[in-house]
């Protein structure tokens, strides 16, 4: 994995961003409105999970799951978790 990947997306009012590193062992950023609120310094082969909490009255946690494959290490799937729901969450390549 040469790149770096942003994962993005909306909930409500909010946005929840996660910045994967480059390399296989890139660091992980959890962004809620832009703000750093969870932070991995390195990811390996298999599930990565950070939590957060959704800035409302009262805070609703989440968790997000970056996966990265086995056998295609350039392969990571990340969705996050809010209310027993999970989604998947797009990567939008930053080179």
């Given at each position: 994995m040469n790149r770096s990947h942003h994962f993005?997306?909306?909930h409500g009012a909010h946005s929840i961003a996660v910045n994967v590193g480059p390399g296989s062992a890139g660091e992980i950023?959890?962004?809620v409105d832009?703000?750093?609120?969870?932070y991995a310094k390195e990811h390996a082969a298999g599930t990565t999970v950070l939590t957060g909490t959704?800035?409302?009255d009262p805070g609703r946690p989440f968790r997000?799951?970056?996966r990265q494959a086995h056998?295609?290490?350039s392969a990571l799937w990340?969705?996050?978790e809010v209310d027993g729901t999970e989604q998947h969450m797009p990567d939008r390549a930053v080179g």
């Open positions: 993005r997306v909306d950023e959890l962004l832009g703000e750093v609120v969870a959704l800035p409302s997000v799951m970056v056998i295609v290490p990340c969705s996050w």
